[in-house]
């Protein structure tokens, strides 16, 4: 097989392609990114909907009123899973990052992210999920 190195005048072929997988790292550094613009767009479209108020109190709670719905009601239970999950793995990356055993231990503190995620997450799933029923139900 010939490669990009072989002696001067062979033709090289290019490497073979193949799909990354990629591993749990990978998924989070994702998931991590994805979380922080799914915030940075509620944050922006909080600030724009609390400008509405120098618009006038009827506009502002003409718009808020359009928030009222059972799309919104998810996207709320998005939002706090987001906001959980970004704050959980950030944590993990400052240690993997000023810990001197962070990179070592950084696959166990995925795993950590991932069940407390998962244990805070279920009593909010039936918080919301309550509130959600009395709103809409």
Not at 38 to 43: E, S
Not at 51 to 56: K, T
Not at 98 to 108: A, N, T, V
């Amino acid at each position: 097989m010939t490669t990009a190195t072989s002696a001067p005048g062979s033709r090289a072929r290019p490497p073979r392609r193949t799909l990354y997988r990629g591993d749990p790292g990978m998924w989070s550094w994702v998931l991590h990114r994805i979380t922080g613009a799914t915030i940075f767009f509620f944050l922006f479209v909080h600030v724009l909907d609390t400008a509405l108020v120098r618009a006038g109190p009827q506009t502002y709670d003409e718009v808020i009123e359009t928030y009222k719905t059972p799309i919104v009601g998810l996207m709320e239970f998005g939002l706090v899973a987001a906001v959980l999950y970004h704050a959980l793995n950030g944590v993990r990356i400052i240690l993997i990052d000023f810990w001197s055993q962070g990179p070592r231990y950084q696959r166990l503190m995925l795993w950590v992210v991932g069940v407390v995620w998962l244990l805070v997450m279920v009593p909010t799933t039936v918080v919301l999920g309550i509130h959600f029923l009395g709103r809409f139900g």
